[in-house]
């Protein structure tokens, strides 16, 4: 089974525990999993005086990355939508522009999987821009024998 590494972010709210209950509930879907240290950074793409606590996790999954994405959507909308109070969009401003929010849930990449389509671009098309998602990557990525 591939190896699926995400990034879980939070820069509103409790961020430790929006992060935790991500986690939580990504295991009780996927199983099996590892977890890189938290990384707190500066919002990236726009200007908030909230910065994010970032942390990368990596399971196995035998289904199709659209699958992964939409399970992942769930729990970002299911634990979001609880925190945000009903938010439209917790990722998006009404121009369009990144917001503030409680979880973010990206899929950085799939081992072995190189795909874009309008849903979903592997590996993440901003993932070697993002210094939140490299380290975290990489000290998993150390982690894996072989």
Do not use: C, K
């Not at 879980?8 to 992060?19: E, F, K, M, P, Q």
């Not at 990355?65 to 992942?72: F, G, K, S, V």
């Amino acid at each position: 089974m591939p190896l699926v590494f995400v990034n879980i972010g939070s820069n509103l709210g409790d961020r430790r525990r929006n992060l935790s209950r991500a986690v939580a509930e990504i295991g009780r879907r996927f199983g099996y999993f590892e977890l890189s240290h938290v990384v707190e950074s500066e919002a990236w793409g726009y200007e908030s005086p909230h910065r994010f606590l970032n942390i990368a996790m990596v399971f196995r999954s035998d289904e199709a990355p659209l699958e992964i994405l939409h399970a992942l959507q769930d729990i970002e909308r299911d634990l979001g939508s609880r925190l945000a109070a009903g938010a439209a969009d917790p990722h998006r401003n009404p121009d369009g522009s990144y917001a503030d929010r409680y979880l973010d849930i990206d899929i950085m990449t799939i081992e072995g999987v190189e795909m874009q389509t309008p849903e979903l671009t592997l590996p993440h098309p901003h993932l070697r821009e993002r210094p939140f998602f490299m380290e975290p990557l990489q000290e998993l990525l150390d982690q894996i024998p072989g």
